[in-house]
């Protein structure tokens, strides 16, 4: 069936830009997602893409999708504490039913 | 505009109980999903309602069910609890037909 795929973990240090990968199996994924969850909370719509678009632009957040490897990214930039939080990845057909990864934590070091 | 809404927050129940858990979508908001979140498994899909009709069901037992109100509100049900379905649910909201996902902030179950 399909499957969503990310490491567990990403350290980086305040300030520097944190990479955040996830790779899917479904070639019939109609949209990527990232969500964010911290600590005793629900999931927040972070960005999402289409699976036509190869890159995705918002403020400190840049998604990039290589649809051939089915491999996905989340960059964001000048890392802040308060970005400290569990990173998923997930991917849906055209219903709509969300199929999510492990998800990431990132710690950010001062 | 007030997000997604779940009730109760917490809630502990004993096995071979059942419960009933609310979800209000944000205003607007048609198409209603539930996940089930616990350290094991992860996120995973339990089900999908949209206009008061169950569109897509994930893999879990019929002891987990659900309906949708005609004002958009949602409820799953689960009957016959066991220790195993101790998790974090969360309801999530969308605009018919919209990629965008909306997320309340869950319902903690623990099953003693």
């Known amino acids: 069936g399909e499957d969503v795929e990310q490491s567990l973990f990403l350290s980086v240090r305040e300030g520097d830009s944190s990479v955040i990968n996830c790779t899917y199996t479904?070639?019939?994924?109609?949209?990527l997602y990232w969500y964010k969850q911290e600590p005793g909370a629900g999931l927040q719509l972070l960005t999402y893409i289409f699976s036509n678009m190869d890159m995705k632009q918002d403020q400190r957040l840049t998604v990039l999708l290589n649809k051939k490897d089915k491999h996905l990214s989340l960059r964001i930039a000048d890392t802040q504490t308060g970005d400290s939080a569990i990173y998923f990845c997930a991917e849906s057909d055209s219903n709509y039913q969300l199929i999510w990864g492990a998800g990431t934590k990132l710690i950010i070091k001062p | 505009k007030a997000g997604v809404t779940q009730t109760p927050r917490y809630l502990i129940k004993t096995r071979g109980q059942q419960v009933t858990l609310s979800c209000s979508p944000i205003s607007g908001h048609r198409s209603v999903s539930w996940y089930q979140q616990t350290p094991g498994q992860g996120l995973q899909f339990l089900f999908e309602?949209?206009?008061?009709?169950?569109?897509n069901k994930g893999n879990f037992p019929g002891r987990f069910s659900g309906r949708q109100f005609s004002n958009s509100r949602s409820e799953m049900n689960v009957s016959t609890l066991e220790l195993g379905d101790s998790a974090l649910y969360l309801c999530a909201s969308s605009l018919a037909g919209q990629a965008e996902q909306y997320f309340g902030p869950g319902t903690r179950l623990t099953v003693t």
């Open positions: 479904d070639s019939s994924s109609t949209y």
């Open positions: 309602y949209f206009s008061e009709t169950q569109r």
